[in-house]
């Protein structure tokens, strides 16, 4: 609501919004800063605001600060643009635009990510494996890929068995490891620490 | 106060601004607008039936509050951190000042610290401004500062005027109106923070306090600027909801009923 009547006061007549970083404030908080410019630009059509210091903030705030930012706040969340839903894995794969808001990659620094769960699906396993270990690794991988179908049965068997959390990133590479034996090596490895994944020696 | 001329080609419906006086309505009993704050019962929204046309200021901005309201609501930050974070804030905002102004505390030595770092760094915008208490000692901190603009108190609700402060209308006005002329007299752009808004009497203290601002600044050639903090989150985007919720209402009415400029 608070999104919507500091929009509301712009639009009728107030020059100035204001606002607070992550939106921390009094009791449920305050207007988030971030959120003002996103609705500044998209308002004015003004591209002159640098949105890449939404997630310097957002990094500094957990670095320096050790705030804990709610996983699903906009923009600033770590899943704000993550999916768990087999169909939307399967729909950024075809084009990304169709499950994202705009180009977060170059905009934020922040691609559109997939969080493997049951509901998930071998999309979404191929989606994990082209973002965490790239295309010129693994290869052209589709999701009918025999491969792919071993892992998910394997992630099934989990929540068969009374699994309730999220797949972790380590999980996925233990599982990428084991199935695409022929495929594993250094540069992999590299490539999966690159991007924040703890991968065992 | 006859309207801004407008660049644009089509005609626009421009209603008068400020023509009327609203005087200021004091009360031995404070209305708590019991219809739509019942307290034993969740808040009710109401329509009126009547609506306001969109009507934007000719240039808008960002103005930010982390280093003051925010810090009210967390634990204090490091000298260091509000000059990272205040970087940051100027890369967000980019060349244009979309992000305008950065208020900070001045009455401990560390925020005074921060907010001299802060201004060492040169930057043009965020512009640092102020937040004091309604003392005029306070006013002496912001021009050592070299700051142009500080924020001050002004609640005006009922619920602020009779149970916090314990006075009546008139009495909570004449308090606020000494402590804008102290800022005005020391050569200071006060930002009246009208704390509570979405739940005061508009017409009868909103409207009229407003007038009364409006009339200083034109004497003093200084503005005066409002903020309509909605402290407890009562406001409505729905230009067609009733007041005090409605923001559209709000903000349009202070400029064409109170003469507010934009």
Known sequence: MVIAN????????????????????????NTPLEALVIWYVMLTGDDSPDLSAITDIKEYYERELGEHIPPRQPLVGDRFNITQAG??????????????????????RRPPG???????????????????????????????????????KEILGDYEHGRVSAMSNEEMARLFKKHFTEKWNEDVAKRLQQRGVRVEA | MASAPSNNWFLQYSPPTGEKRYELVDRPEPNLIRELFPYARPPRVAFDGQTVPMDPAPEVFITDTTFRDGQQAREPYTVKQMVDLYKLMAKLGGPNGVIRKSEFFLYTEKDREAAQKVLELGYEFPQVTGWIRAQIKDFELVKQMGLKETGILTSLSDYHIYHKLKKTRKQAVDGYLQVVDAALEHGIIPRCHFEDATRADFWEVTVPFS???????????????????????FGVPWPEASLPRSIPKLVYHLHHEAGVPK
């Open chain 1, 6 to 29: 500091s929009v509301a006061a712009w639009l009728y007549g107030a020059a100035a919004n204001n606002g607070t970083l992550l939106g921390i404030g009094e009791r449920t908080g």
């Open chain 1, 87 to 108: 169909i939307h894995a399967d729909g950024l794969m075809k084009d990304e635009e169709i499950y994202n808001i705009f180009d977060t990659t170059r905009l934020l």
């Open chain 2, 211 to 233: 007038q009364m601002l409006v009339k200083r600044a034109q004497e003093a050639k200084l503005p005066v600027l409002i903020r309509f903090p909605d402290t407890m989150g």
């Open chain 1, 114 to 152: 997939v969080m493997i769960t049951d509901k998930t699906g071998t999309a979404g396993i191929t989606l994990w494996i082209g973002r965490y270990v790239g295309r010129d690794l693994a290869g052209d991988i589709d999701k009918r890929d025999p491969r792919v179908q071993q892992m998910e």
